[in-house]
């Protein structure tokens, strides 16, 4: 069993920045794939970011290639998704969520095994 709770959302103005955090217990974090999502109210869940158990490996949603960046640290159960050059369109409630196989969190219909509650993030125009 893995719990996942994510921090760091807020209000921002649109091409400031925000990092968010999710943290992971319960089990080996290594082991676990981890991704992004985030929805929108009145739209479906879209991928943002996934990272591989090592960090070696990412993938991006087409959406925020080159203004996001995500990263983790197996020894602090943490990964961040570093979000730059915000526009309001990135609004939403963002969730991380980990899974044993990178394809869960990378590759639609993205099954995970675990998620988190959420983060709410707002941009201003």
């Known amino acids: 069993q893995v719990q996942l709770v994510e921090s760091g959302g807020g209000l921002v103005q649109a091409g400031g920045s925000l990092r968010l955090s999710c943290t992971a217990s319960?089990?080996?974090?290594?082991?676990?794939?981890m991704g992004w999502f985030r929805q929108a109210p009145g739209k479906e869940r879209e991928f943002v970011a996934a990272i591989g158990g090592s960090g070696r490996v990412t993938n991006y949603g087409d959406s925020v290639k080159g203004r996001f960046t995500i990263s983790r640290d197996n020894a602090k159960n943490t990964v961040w998704l570093q979000m730059n050059s915000l526009k309001p369109e990135d609004t939403a409630d963002y969730s991380c969520?980990?899974?044993?196989?990178?394809?869960?969190?990378?590759?639609?219909?993205?099954?995970?095994?675990?998620w988190g509650q959420g983060t709410q993030v707002t941009v201003s125009s």
């Open positions: 969520a980990a899974d044993p196989m990178y394809q869960a969190v990378a590759t639609p219909p993205y099954k995970c095994s675990y």
């Open positions: 319960g089990s080996t974090f290594s082991s676990y794939a």
